[in-house]
């Protein structure tokens, strides 16, 4: 095949950027190292601090049922961001809010309904009591979550990384309340709503920092590699 051959500096600095890789797993079972570090995660929850004290109430249904939702919920989201992460191959802007916001959805619906079934501890001001510990032990949970998470985004050199932060922060923001609805016993709708959400919003902005942070250094690293570029031709000339 005949044409022009490419310039000295430019074989130089594709050949500078090639190096071996292993072929990446579908984003779906990727995302399945999440649902174990949940399995590890509310093991330890339970040995630690016990079970909540009002189950009987529950039932197993808006016990473990939530669980499995919101943990499902999260993992995909975790999917969506490490789909994401692989460059033309991302759900888009679009989907990727409509899946924010049925994530966002059925966490207002599981915890109106797990309300209607327990009154659960009582507490002077559901709005305050215990809100800031709750919302930090849930954000700790979940941040152990994003740290695999964010292992997993950079192993597929994500372009559009706001995108995918975002998406993988609240992801693991969802399974981290997945987990911690075993232990808090408070159900009033200002305590869950404000400072479990406030939780997992938290880390949705986290995994988007994170994401503007990776942005910023691929923008660093491609003008590093143009100014080297222009640096070798201004010698050549």
Do not use: N
Not at 30 to 58: M, N, P, Q
Not at 91 to 105: E, H, K, S, T, W
Not at 192 to 207: C, E, M, N, P
């Amino acid at each position: 095949m005949s044409g022009t051959p490419l310039p000295p500096a430019l074989r130089a600095a594709v050949a500078s950027d090639l190096r071996p890789v292993r072929p990446l797993a579908s984003p779906a079972r990727r995302a399945l190292t999440l649902l174990a570090w949940a399995a590890v995660a509310a093991t330890l929850v339970l040995a630690l601090r016990g079970l909540r004290s009002d189950v009987a109430e529950l039932g197993v249904l808006l016990t473990w049922g939530v669980v499995l939702a919101e943990v499902a919920a999260g993992a995909g989201l975790v999917a969506l961001a490490l789909a994401e992460a692989v460059p033309a191959r991302g759900p888009g802007r679009g989907a990727a809010l409509l899946a924010l916001g049925g994530a966002a959805a059925l966490f207002v619906a599981l915890a109106a309904a797990t309300r209607r079934a327990s009154r659960g501890m009582e507490v002077d001001d559901p709005l305050l009591s215990f809100g800031p510990s709750c919302a930090g032990l849930q954000g700790v949970i979940g941040l152990t979550a994003f740290a695999v998470a964010a292992l997993l985004v950079l192993r597929a050199a994500p372009l559009r990384a706001r995108l995918a932060g975002l998406l993988a922060g609240a992801g693991t923001g969802f399974l981290a309340e997945g987990v911690y609805h075993l232990d808090c016993p408070i159900t009033h709708l200002s305590h869950v709503l404000v400072w479990h959400g406030s939780a997992i919003l938290l880390l949705a902005v986290f995994g988007f920092g994170f994401g503007l942070v990776l942005e910023a250094r691929e923008r660093a690293r491609m003008e590093r590699r143009r100014a080297g570029t222009a640096a070798r031709k201004g010698g050549e000339e």
